[in-house]
Every structure is written in C-alpha cells, then in structure tokens.
C-alpha cells in the first residue's frame, strides 16, 4: 500500500471524529426519541427509535476502531477506502448543512478543504 500523507491522514482523522460526534449527536437524540415515545405508551414507535439509534450505535463503533486504526498508523488498504469513504460522506454533509443555512456554493466548498 502507498504511504498516506500527513495531510492526508490529518484530513481523515478530523474528519472520522467530526463523523463520529455527529453520529454520537444523532444517537442520543433517537434514545430520548425513544424514550418520550415510551412515556406517551407508544411501544411501536420507542421500539423504532431503539432499533435506530442501536444502528447509529453500530456505525459509531465502526468509526471508532478505524480511528484507533488510523492513530496507530496500522491501516489496510480496504480500510483506507472505508476510511475514504466516510470523509467523502462527512464532507458531503458539511457542505449541505452550508447550504442550507444560506452560503452560497463557493463558500459551501469549503467544507471540501478538510
């Protein structure tokens, strides 16, 4: 496999913990889902948002082994291209949330730069 650059790996590292903490965000806001859905008697819908957040759960824990993996230079080449994979996606979603709050699209890149 080819050496990952500094940057490279810096970008991936910033990028897989800002991954992370939005997904730890997105879980904690389907458990307390969950859980209101719970004391208003709605089993179906608490137990949605249980099998939900269980699944961001999951994702979150994927993002965190490749981040000790990436930390301790110790990364396969399938794993860069999972790691690559979750950047794009982390990126992607960066530049939508800017324009959706109201920057125009060469300001948005921006959220490409990292």
Do not use: H
């Not at 997105?26 to 269980?54: I, P, T, V």
């Not at 699944?55 to 490749?66: G, M």
């Not at 979603?93 to 109201?102: A, D």
């Amino acid at each position: 496999m080819k050496t990952i650059s500094f940057k490279q790996a810096e970008s991936a590292l910033f990028n897989l913990d800002s991954m992370r903490t939005k997904l730890m965000n997105e879980r904690d806001e389907a458990y307390e889902r969950a859980c209101e859905a719970f004391a208003k008697k709605d089993r179906e819908l608490s137990r949605k948002l249980g099998d939900e957040a269980d699944e961001i759960e999951a994702r979150i824990d994927e993002v965190e082994e490749l981040l000790g993996k990436m930390r301790s230079g110790r990364v396969t080449r399938k794993e860069w291209d999972r790691v690559q994979e979750l950047v794009a996606e982390r990126q992607m979603q960066r530049y939508v949330t800017c324009l959706n709050s109201g920057m125009d699209e060469r300001t948005a890149a921006g959220a490409f730069d990292d």
